[in-house]
């Protein structure tokens, strides 16, 4: 990849992130709010915050679904197609190995994916009133921790050599012994 072109990619996700952060920080903190309340969540996330406010502002409801268009469907239909290609081509090898170890990194990736972007695209691209404030926690703790938490571990226990350090280190034989 280009330098330059690299550079224009992270100026682009770096601004992209700041500008819609304040559209969003904007409106919702002049959302009226009704009376002294205490946000129910892990952290003063915007949906949790939204949910506060004493009146339903469709106009957040149609920002916050216009920027999971741009933020999270395009960057997910983006990986999709790239998946489509790489399936084509993996349909022209020949060797079952390769194809199998092509899947395998693949069916990795997907499910780290589907992971992060079903969660974000299920907290974020639907109604902000149709859920239960411990759905939202629970969503919420899944795309900020155990997604990321998760996604190393994914990606490294297909690793061979971690594989035989992780067996050289767990005891496996000495608990089937004594059992």
Not at 27 to 36: E, S
Not at 48 to 57: F, G, R, Y
Not at 132 to 149: A, H, V
Request: hydrophobic share 45%.
């Amino acid at each position: 990849m280009h330098p330059q072109l690299c550079q224009k990619m992270v100026l682009t996700a770096w601004l992209g992130g700041l500008g819609s952060a304040l559209i969003l920080c904007s409106l919702t903190l002049k959302l009226p709010k009704c009376g002294h309340r205490e946000v129910d969540n892990f952290f003063c996330e915007m949906p949790a915050l939204i949910k506060m406010a004493c009146v339903h502002s469709k106009v957040m409801e149609i920002i916050v679904f216009s920027l999971g268009v741009i933020f999270l469907l395009v960057p997910l239909s983006l990986i999709l197609i790239s998946y489509v290609v790489i399936t084509q081509a993996v349909m022209r090898i020949k060797s079952a190995a390769r194809w199998s170890k092509v899947l395998n990194t693949c069916a990795s990736h997907l499910t780290v994916v589907t992971l992060f972007y079903g969660t974000l695209i299920y907290m974020y691209m639907k109604p902000q009133n149709s859920s239960s404030q411990d759905e939202g926690k629970f969503l919420t703790l899944f795309y900020t921790i155990i997604t990321p938490t998760l996604n190393p571990l994914i990606y490294t226990l297909r690793n061979k050599d971690v594989k035989r350090a992780v067996k050289r280190m767990l005891p496996v034989g000495k608990w089937s012994a004594k059992s």
